[in-house]
């Protein structure tokens, strides 16, 4: 069933995995992971595939095994550095694998990479573009509710966005971020350019005290001051720094909400305890409004 769909229907509750690194050794523990994802109720769950492309095979099965609970998936597809060849076979696996919807993404270029990296598929939109040729998927895009870092402004980058819409994402997934005003701009500056797919923003929890520089240096996201002095104070402490954690993604969520997002993409890395105390302090919230 096309994502699109169900989100013209009712707000959506999605999860993000991603294919373990030793597929074969850790593969059971993701399916234990994804049946008590389950058991929220969630209207689709992302699969992460790698920059290079290495991992899609692994990225199809999981998708696959997905569809076979009775929960939609939507697999990423990333163009990188493949060939029209690798993203033919892609798609045929994802089809095999009973997918309809399919995340299409550039994929990070690497630190060191050459010119030529992304030479069939250098932006998203090449990829999509190629996608809708070959294929009948439905397609998604992913935004960046503080600009993406490659780009020189919000508003370059908003253009791009646009170009995805017209290539024919149905709606939108955001990176995290943790002030939701960058969210709101984004959806406003979004329409004024006509943007008109739903905007899903996408929600991860600071849990561990390593994740804040992470965050910061690999996506370039700016953590409120109020929010990175209680993150400081308490980073010694494990057990309060995820509770913090865990309460500030819950304020996000529900302001999101009271604020009319078209749903909530939750980061839970592969991390079922992450999600299940999100979605019992929000219980209601999640069984009456999505
Ligand atoms: P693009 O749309 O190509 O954008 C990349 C940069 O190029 C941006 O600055 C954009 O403004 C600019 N740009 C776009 N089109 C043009 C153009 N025509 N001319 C000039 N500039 C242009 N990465 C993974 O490796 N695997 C994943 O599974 C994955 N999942 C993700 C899921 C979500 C929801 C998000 C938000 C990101 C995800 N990423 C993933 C990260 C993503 O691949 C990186 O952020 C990557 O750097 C950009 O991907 P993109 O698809 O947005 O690329």
Known sequence: MKISEIL?????????????K???????????????????K?????????????????????????KSLGIEPLAHLTGGPSSEEDILNSIEALKKNGVDNILALRGDKPVDYASEYCKTFKHATDLMKFLKYKSDFSLAGACYPEGHSECDSLYEDLKHMKEKEDAGAEFFITQIFYDNNYYYRLVQEARRIGITKPIIPGVMPLIFPS?????????????????RNMLEYYKDNPKVFKEIGINYAVYQIMDLIAKGAPGIHLYVMNNYKTAEEIYNRLEHVF????
């Open 8 to 20: 013209e229907k009712k707000r959506t509750l999605s999860f993000e995995v991603f294919p373990p």
């Open 22 to 40: 030793k597929y074969d050794e850790e593969i059971d523990k993701l399916y234990d992971t994804i049946s008590k994802l389950k058991v929220f």
């Open 42 to 66: 969630p209207d689709f769950i992302s699969v992460t595939c790698g920059a290079s492309g290495s991992n899609r095979k692994d990225n199809a099965e999981i998708a696959g095994h997905i």
């Open 211 to 227: 994740s804040i520089k992470r965050t910061k240096e690999m996506c370039g996201l700016t953590i409120p001051l109020e929010y």
């Open 287 to 290: 069984k009456e409004l999505f």
